[in-house]
Nanobody, 126 residues
């Protein structure tokens, strides 16, 4: 499975961006699709996650109410709509996928993810 992330860029505080992650290959083996981010000098952290089958979503507290993760199973794509962006949202954003089903708490652990996209830079100016 290959993941391709896109949609990053430079935006002013309060603005919006939409990230896309397109999967190729045998995606039938994947279960959860997630977005992580990593700022300079910080650990990689979960932003949002949801299952291909729909339903269960997980968000970091810092983005709840501002970010929305969605999927398009036909297109094998996952999206992250980011609104009301803040300078602290500045980071490289990565999409990732698991091949096993984990409980909600485990979704936050990047070590449990099997596939990663290349990352896309999001910069929010104040």
């Amino acid at each position: 499975v290959q993941l391709q992330a896109s949609g990053g860029g430079l935006v002013q505080a309060g603005g919006s961006l939409r990230l896309s992650c397109t999967a190729s290959g045998d995606t039938s083996s994947t279960y959860t699709m997630s977005w992580f981010r990593q700022a300079p000098g910080k650990e990689r952290e979960l932003v949002a996650a949801r299952d291909w089958s729909g339903g269960s979503t997980t968000y970091a507290n810092s983005v709840k109410g501002r970010f929305t993760i969605s999927r398009d199973n036909t297109a094998k794509a996952v999206y992250l709509q980011m609104n009301s962006l803040k300078p602290e949202d500045t980071a490289v954003y990565y999409c990732a996928a698991t091949t096993r089903r984990y409980n909600t708490g485990s979704r936050y652990n990047p070590k449990l993810y099997d596939y990663w996209g290349q990352g896309t830079q999001v910069t929010v100016s104040s």
